[in-house]
């Protein structure tokens, strides 16, 4: 017949800030085998029995319980919920002690108890003690007790058990260990996205690589900046790799001032610290009119083919496109060279009157139903070329790209269509266009029209894409086309 122990018996009890004390404990241990082999799965009887004032001491109560081992060989039973033998739990007065916990079990399963262990409850949990101490008092903090038999380690929350990792018993939650890695692999930190002081921190992350990891699961850390401050990374919890990973943070809110913001990630005993420089936020021009009345958010993001770096959404557009028919991503139709002084809202109004100056005094969308379609006669080819153009609407150090930059994002797509143009990294929406003899708006969601700074005779060059195909075409200037930045 197998021979079976208990080993390293414990409890552990945990109250926080319960009104009423209440009438049970958490009991939890360990079951091997002679060969000190942990008994998994495996069903077992158990009486247990609180002795006062010696571990040979009058029962003061006694129960019986039919737990099971799980995986680990730990059983985890509630002294105080089993059947009653004797006694009352909720009438122990805990405050008259020392009290020693008797346990007697049956590998079996049954009431043959042939294992026993007596051990003291070296400190009694709080909320049971307050109960029935002469001293004890409400208090108006959460309360945490921790009754530790034979070297069981302390610290345990309320919630955790006993988990064996790595060869140590530790507290874990879910009885998954906890998270440990050998390093971080700082100096590899990839960074996403770019922060602007006074701008809100919007598509910004950065992922740091790890080794060593030991499987184990990481709780949620929101990590606030120093240095620059006003900024918040944000770890979701999850669970590690075995061997190598990556964690990413999400970066958040909006710095104040220019500078490095640094972040302290720590994970078991292994810490990294990440930084982010803040730039100057860019500028707008004199006279920019912002249509849902707050500026064009600005993100970076790079084609690894081209090397060009650009704003991640198109002039206007609330977000990053989310796919190709995303209305939030759509952003603004500008006239080929007006700068934004409000005609490129797509509600704008019209006007029949071409303008004869650079800049307008108005907002209205100019009606250009005749040759040469140019909403300002006479007509002027020098406007958007540059970060200097006289009417670039881009922030400062942004600027209209030329038609070979727009023709070499095209050809380094997946497809030559608007699932490339889609999955590419400026993922260009099919935003549509407005008509230049009546203002009218056509094809939204179905194609995508973008505005080079580069000219053809009277007319403009500009990237065109629908589900069948893309091209780079030249067009009339007085119609309304997207506008994707490109940084200089």
Not at 64 to 92: C, K, R, Y
Not at 233 to 258: D, K, Q, V, Y
Not at 464 to 480: E, L
Request: net charge neutral.
């Amino acid at each position: 017949m197998k021979q079976y122990l208990l080993f390293n018996l414990f409890l552990i009890q945990s109250f926080l800030g319960f009104a009423q004390a209440p009438n049970k404990m958490s009991f939890q241990a360990i079951v091997r085998n002679s060969n000190n082999v942990v008994v998994s799965n495996h069903a077992v009887g158990m009486r247990i029995s609180i002795l006062q004032g010696t571990a040979t001491g009058t029962s003061v109560y006694t129960e019986t319980q039919s737990p099971s081992t799980n995986a680990n060989g730990l059983i985890a039973i509630e002294i105080g919920t089993g059947t009653i033998v004797s006694g009352s739990f909720s009438n122990i007065d805990w405050s008259n002690g020392p009290y020693f916990i008797k346990t007697e079990t049956d590998p079996n399963g049954g009431t043959n108890y042939t294992l026993t262990g007596t051990s003291q409850l070296l400190s009694v949990p709080y909320a049971l003690h307050s109960k029935t101490s002469d001293n004890s008092k409400k208090t108006d903090t959460a309360k945490v007790a921790l009754s530790a038999l034979n070297g069981v380690p302390s610290g345990g929350l309320q919630g955790q058990s006993l988990t064996i990792c790595e060869g140590q018993m530790v507290w874990a939650s879910g009885g998954q260990c906890p998270a440990k890695i050998a390093g971080f692999n700082c100096a590899d930190t990839v960074h996403i996205g770019t922060l602007f002081n006074t701008n809100i921190a919007s598509g910004t992350s950065s992922s740091i690589t790890y080794n060593g990891g030991n499987g184990g699961v990481y709780a949620t850390q929101t990590i606030a900046s120093t240095g620059v401050t006003g900024l918040t990374a944000s770890l979701s919890a999850g669970t590690l790799n075995s061997g190598n990973g990556t964690l990413t943070l999400t970066i958040t809110g909006t710095p104040t001032s220019i500078g490095i913001a640094s972040f302290e990630l720590v994970l078991g005993n292994k810490s990294c610290t990440l930084q982010r420089t803040v730039l100057s936020a860019p500028t707008w021009p004199s006279g920019t009119v912002f249509c849902n009345g707050i500026p064009t958010v600005i993100v970076n993001v790079t084609n690894p083919i081209t090397s060009k770096t650009w704003m991640d959404r198109n002039l206007g557009a609330s977000q990053a496109a989310s796919s190709s028919t995303d209305a939030s991503a759509y952003g603004d139709l500008y006239q080929w060279g007006r700068k934004a002084d409000g005609h490129q809202c797509r509600n704008s109004g019209t006007t029949g009157t071409l303008s004869t100056t650079d800049q307008t005094n108005h907002a209205n969308f100019i009606l250009a139903p005749n040759s040469p379609y140019d909403w300002r006669s006479p007509q002027n080819t020098n406007l958007w070329q540059g970060v200097n153009g006289t009417n670039n609407p881009c922030p400062s150090g942004y600027r209209i790209p030329t038609n070979s930059e727009l023709d070499a994002e095209r050809t380094s797509w997946s497809q030559n269509n608007s699932t490339g143009a889609f999955n590419s990294p400026l993922k260009l929406p099919l935003s549509g266009y407005r008509g230049s003899a009546d203002g009218s708006l056509s094809d939204v969601g179905s194609l995508g029209y973008y505005w080079s700074s580069s000219v053809n005779g009277t007319y403009a060059w500009y990237l065109s894409f629908r589900s069948g195909y893309a091209d780079m075409s030249n067009n009339r200037r007085a119609v309304g086309f997207s506008v994707r930045c490109l940084k200089d």
